[in-house]
T-cell receptor, first 112, second 116 residues
Framework: QQQVKQSPQSLIVQKGGISIINCAYENTAFDYFPWYQQFPGKGPALLIAIRPDVSEKKEGRFTISFNKSAKQFSLHIMDSQPGDSATYFCAARGSAGNMLTFGGGTRLMVKP | GAVVSQHPSWVICKSGTSVKIECRSLDFQATTMFWYRQFPKQSLMLMATSNEGSKATYEQGVEKDKFLINHASLTLSTLTVTSAHPEDSSFYIC????????????FGSGTRLTVV
């Protein structure tokens, strides 16, 4: 089944803290796992992405951890800033098609 | 690189009229573009996959006669909401991915459609 489950739905973090968002999937045919950041009234912007042959990828303050056996992946935002306050979506691409399946989203608020 | 331009950013129309939304890949060719719909505080829902030179593939439950998709060139796809009704009011977003290169899926800035 083409599903990606994302948690939590909302998250409040203090400035400087670590924000952690988790996603789980069922379809083992997924071969590409991106994370997107979306501000109100804007389209999603790609933050970072990973393929299943890698367990971790880091770009600046953003890190994806990938656990293939558990079919889970997570986004870690280090040193969270108020400017990081946005909605974050995980997604997965099935190898059969070319489309992305999105998680339900996490609304992150970073308090100053 | 990998910029997708979407127009208009917002539109208000009367019930019964049609609205066209354009999605252009500015610096790459896109044989496939995707159209999503997003309701407030919800995730993106794939409506259809637009294929250059052929018919679009619609997701289950999406009315192909109401949401007309045309992918006339490798850089342009359009979504026309025909005979719009208030329940069609939503945020519509397109996406594309270069056939080559490191860039992943790039999204347009979205179109806020309000039908009154």
């Amino acid at each position: 089944q083409q599903q990606v489950k994302q948690s939590p739905q909302s998250l409040i973090v203090q400035k400087g803290g670590i924000s952690i968002i988790n996603c789980a999937y069922e379809n083992t045919a997924f071969d590409y796992f991106p994370w997107y950041q979306q501000f109100p009234g804007k389209g999603p912007a790609l933050l970072i992405a990973i393929r299943p042959d890698v367990s971790e990828k880091k770009e600046g303050r953003f890190t994806i951890s990938f656990n293939k056996s558990a079919k889970q992946f997570s986004l870690h935002i280090m040193d969270s800033q108020p400017g990081d306050s946005a909605t974050y979506f995980c997604a997965a691409r099935g190898s059969a098609g070319n489309m992305l399946t999105f998680g339900g989203g996490t609304r992150l608020m970073v308090k100053p | 690189g990998a910029v997708v331009s979407q127009h208009p950013s917002w539109v208000i129309c009367k019930s019964g009229t049609s609205v066209k939304i354009e999605c252009r890949s500015l610096d790459f060719q896109a044989t496939t573009m995707f159209w999503y719909r997003q309701f407030p505080k919800q995730s993106l829902m794939l409506m259809a996959t637009s294929n250059e030179g052929s018919k679009a593939t619609y997701e289950q439950g999406v009315e192909k006669d109401k949401f007309l998709i045309n992918h006339a060139s490798l850089t342009l796809s359009t979504l026309t909401v025909t005979s719009a009704h208030p329940e069609d009011s939503s945020f519509y977003i397109c996406s594309a991915r270069p056939a080559r290169g490191p860039h992943g899926y790039t999204f347009g800035s979205g179109t806020r459609l309000t039908v009154v």
